[in-house]
């Protein structure tokens, strides 16, 4: 017999996760301040998962290319996805190419960083001389 008294959750997404173990507690602050943001913003970040647009070992990949990234650094998502993709049947050889080309993401760093380093070195080295030049912006 249903329970037509019980109130549906207004975050089934989020207690979906959480009872999945696939909950980050660095997720829960958002949840306890915001709880229909937080359902609305894993429903968006979700969708492609859901909707089976893509395969799930395709899936895993893309979740260990976030989760590794740079900008993410989340090693229990890496390590979560990682185990699942290699469940899926994903070889060695892929998961490393998922991360060879997230390890590109922090080129950028380099890439902006290493011409000012060799503009400042120039401009350190004009100073030493005791020229007064100014090193351009």
Known sequence: MKDTNRTPSATPLCDQLRSANQWNANWTPFAELDPEWTERFMA?????????????KTVEFLAIAVDAACTHMYAPGVRRHIRKALELGATREEILAVLQLTSVLG????????????EELAAAQVRSRGHAETPAP
């Open 44 to 56: 968006m970040a979700l969708k492609p998962v859901l909707a089976g647009v893509l395969d799930p």
């Open 107 to 118: 080129i950028h760093s380099m890439s902006l960083g290493a011409p000012i380093l060799q």
